[in-house]
């Protein structure tokens, strides 16, 4: 079983940066495909980014292109996501996910998902 647990998420003025994080436990990153998701209000969970379990390969929605840059340190078994230029389309719950499968990720079905942390982007 793997838990995860986020956190530094918070409220930015737009053109802002901000940095969440995603803490993993009952198994090493260097065996999971790990992502970030967001949930606006009213909308669908959709994927953001995601890193390989190597630490060799990302991927990003093309909205945060530019913009946001996923990282991890597997010696603390955490994931992070840093977001620069934020704008209030941002704004949403932000979430972490973790599978043995990055197909799994994209598809925003990972097996196993954080408890989020609130970004609120201010105009």
């Known amino acids: 079983q793997v838990q995860l647990v986020e956190s530094g998420g918070g409220l930015v003025q737009a053109g802002g940066s901000l940095r969440v994080s995603c803490v993993a436990s009952?198994?090493?990153?260097?065996?999971?495909?790990m992502g970030w998701f967001r949930q606006a209000p009213g909308k669908e969970r959709e994927f953001v980014a995601a890193?390989?379990?190597?630490?060799?390969?990302?991927y990003y929605t093309n909205s945060v292109k530019g913009r946001f840059t996923i990282s991890k340190d597997n010696a603390k078994n955490t994931v992070y996501l840093q977001m620069n230029s934020l704008k209030p389309e941002d704004t949403a719950v932000y979430y972490c996910?973790?599978?043995?499968?990055?197909?799994?990720?994209?598809?925003?079905?990972?097996?196993?998902w954080g408890q989020g942390t609130q970004v609120t982007v201010s105009s």
């Open positions: 996910g973790a599978d043995s499968s990055m197909l799994d990720v994209f598809r925003t079905q990972p097996d196993y």
């Open positions: 009952g198994r090493t990153l260097s065996r999971l495909e």
């Open positions: 890193i390989n379990r190597s630490g060799d390969n990302t």
